[in-house]
């Protein structure tokens, strides 16, 4: 089904040639494209941003000038040229304005991504990890997958990212899926086991699939929480995926085992030389009965990678997001369908990958109106959680706010073996919380202070 309207198609086929336009002479034609959208920027709204991708750009000696060739010297010219039509086109330019659209007919959140589990399945079963007690009993269908891409991209939402499990257990559906909705752009958090040569041929056909691979940390970290083998296995697909010029990032849980290895120069220079375009950066949370509490990070810990994120983000050649650290720069938490949401092989659709409480099923509740039932418009009238976006999670940095959302929706834990009561759960995170919580008034307190001196 073509979602686009009239004067989106128009819109979406000029942009596409301003795309064709770049991908040609890109030191050149850059700065074209900057002028084009200063022009077309009537109320400044872009000005700060368009003024900082200039000005890293014009440097040659910058990180962000280097990540931003990389993508012509190390990507193959379809896939990048596929990837900028998709994310920067249909997901973020057209798709958010519908997206914008759906939010003010509907008064409720509607996200740019949609995170599902097309299998709980997993052939790893990581310390500390919720799906490892879940063994292969859920799986949502194609049909299903493709039903909920259909409605995501009716309300705006034209970026798919795929966890588990392992998602590449359904490697045949999800390049199914990416074929028949070749408007998209789909990421996998993948441990990269299954990643092969004939898998890496299959995303240089289709052009729209992008592997996020979970690394721990160099062999010793990764094997401790993955398995033996495993980090030896991440490096063979890596090297797969460099020689295949196809682009992929990493996906990184830090914890109290390995935040310093995962925070060091030497961990982002060897990812960055392995080929890895991007870093997403997550915290321990202990989801789950048989959670490991003790693998949480301490607060120095997570102060650590707030300081190391940032200087490495203006120093080297990879994009870099921690999720829970950097939430300052999108006010707060992006769950409940502000900007995603997650639904996970049973069909239960969740507010976060983390939160496993539901009051809604895919398999009898469409997407919007799983928007409008309680517990996602509990999320939506109580966000952000706390004024200090350094505490953006209603789990990790504000227990009693989950646990209020949940009693008041009356949402159910959606763990299928060992069913989690929301006191327990937040019981959990309560010392960590308010240690956090001492630490991000002084960091929140400083940033003020510089934003007021800039």
């Known amino acids: 089904m073509n979602q686009n309207t009239i004067p989106e198609s128009l819109k979406s086929y000029g942009l596409k040639k301003v795309i064709t336009y770049l991908d040609s002479e890109p030191d050149k034609n850059i700065p074209k494209i900057l002028d084009w959208a200063e022009k077309f920027d009537k109320d400044g709204g872009l000005e700060s941003q368009l003024k900082t991708i200039r000005n890293a750009l014009t440097d040659e000696s910058s990180n962000w000038y280097q990540l931003t060739k990389s993508l012509w010297t190390d990507v193959d010219d379809d896939v990048r040229k596929k990837m900028f039509e998709n994310f920067i086109v249909n997901a973020t330019i057209i798709g958010g304005q519908r997206q914008e659209k759906s939010r003010k007919e509907n008064n409720c959140n509607v996200p740019w991504a949609i995170l599902m589990d097309p299998t709980s399945a997993c052939n790893l079963?990581?310390?500390?990890?919720?799906?490892?007690?879940?063994?292969?009993?859920?799986?949502?269908?194609?049909e299903t997958l493709d039903s909920i891409i259909e409605q995501g991209k009716a309300l705006g939402t034209y970026m798919f990212i795929y966890s588990g499990g392992e998602p590449l257990v359904r490697k045949d559906d999800i390049i199914r899926l990416c074929e028949k909705h070749n408007d998209c752009e789909f990421l996998a958090?993948?441990?990269?086991?299954?990643?092969?040569?004939?898998?890496?041929?299959?995303m240089l056909r289709v052009k729209n699939f992008v592997p996020a691979i979970s690394v721990e940390g160099f062999e010793e970290e990764t094997d401790f929480r993955r398995g033996e083998g495993t980090y030896a296995a991440v490096v063979k697909a890596m090297g797969i995926l460099k020689r295949k010029k196809?682009?992929?990032?990493?996906?990184?849980?830090?914890?109290s085992m390995n935040t310093e290895t995962i925070g060091s120069e030497k961990y982002f220079d060897d990812m960055i030389n392995k080929g890895a375009k991007f870093a997403w950066f997550f915290t321990y949370i202990p989801?789950?009965?048989?959670?490991?509490p003790e693998l949480m990070a301490t607060a120095e810990q997570r102060e650590f990678m707030y300081h190391q994120i940032r200087r490495f983000r203006d120093s080297k050649p990879i994009f870099t997001m921690d999720f829970w650290n950097d939430a300052e720069y999108v006010k707060g938490c992006i769950?409940?369908?502000?900007?995603?949401?997650?639904?996970?092989?049973?069909?239960?659709?969740?507010?976060?990958?983390?939160i496993h409480y539901s009051d809604s099923n895919i398999h009898n509740t469409t997407l919007l109106e799983a928007f409008k039932n309680p517990l996602f418009m509990q999320y939506k009238e109580n966000q952000p959680f706390n004024s200090n976006f350094l505490r953006p999670c209603p789990l990790l940095d504000n227990p009693e706010k989950l646990e209020s959302m949940i009693v008041t929706s009356g949402?159910?834990?959606?763990?299928?073996?060992?069913?989690?009561?929301?006191?327990?759960?937040?019981?959990?995170?309560?010392?960590?919380?308010?240690?956090?919580?001492?630490?991000?008034?002084r960091l929140w307190n400083n940033s003020s202070k510089t934003e007021k001196k800039l």
């Not at 079963?125 to 194609?142: E, I, L, V």
């Not at 369908?337 to 990958?353: F, K, Q, T, V």
Request: proline share 3%; net charge negative; hydrophobic share 35%.
């Open 335 to 354: 769950a409940g369908g502000r900007s995603y949401l997650h639904i996970n092989a049973n069909g239960d659709i969740e507010p976060c990958a983390f």
């Open 125 to 142: 079963q990581c310390t500390g990890c919720w799906a490892a007690d879940y063994g292969n009993k859920m799986n949502m269908s194609f």
């Open 287 to 292: 989801v789950g009965v048989d959670a490991s």
């Open 411 to 441: 949402a159910k834990s959606t763990e299928i073996l060992h069913p989690e009561d929301v006191n327990l759960l937040c019981g959990k995170c309560k010392h960590a919380s308010e240690k956090w919580a001492e630490t991000a008034e």
């Open 189 to 202: 958090f993948t441990n990269a086991t299954l990643i092969d040569e004939y898998f890496a041929d299959e």
């Open 246 to 255: 196809l682009p992929f990032g990493i996906s990184c849980c830090y914890t």
